[in-house]
């Protein structure tokens, strides 16, 4: 089964955030979430790439994916193609994932060089 269409777009780097890439991987992530101010309600972590799942706080229904590319130090949004709009609830992420193939992106983030 091929994995549904993604586009993806550059948000922030490590640079932006005035940290470097070797920084620990837990506080990119939190300087990432207080400079969007948002929350973690999943994190997937690989080698290359970390994929998260972001929330709004105190609403349930604003969750959207990022991939977060370890050796270029960027944070992307992933647009998931399913004409859904303003986010996504806890219980919709695990069938996002799978639906659209998202772990590849966060397990080798070069790939997402082809999304945009």
């Known amino acids: ?5 993604v586009i993806a777009c550059s948000v922030v780097s490590t640079k932006d955030l005035n940290l470097r890439q070797q920084h620990d991987i837990a506080e990119i992530v939190a300087r990432f979430l207080a400079f969007g101010e948002g929350v973690v309600a999943h994190w997937v972590e690989f080698a290359r790439g970390v994929l998260l799942f972001v929330m709004a706080p105190g609403d349930d229904h604003s969750g959207e ?38 772990l590849r992106f966060a397990e080798n983030p070069s790939e997402i060089a082809t999304l945009h």
């Open 65 to 102: 994916f990022y991939v977060y590319d370890r050796k270029r130090g960027q944070f992307w949004l992933l647009e998931l193609a399913d004409g859904v709009f303003g986010g996504y609830g806890v219980s919709q992420m695990r069938e996002k994932i799978r639906e659209f193939g998202l």
């Open 1 to 5: 089964m091929n994995p549904q269409p």
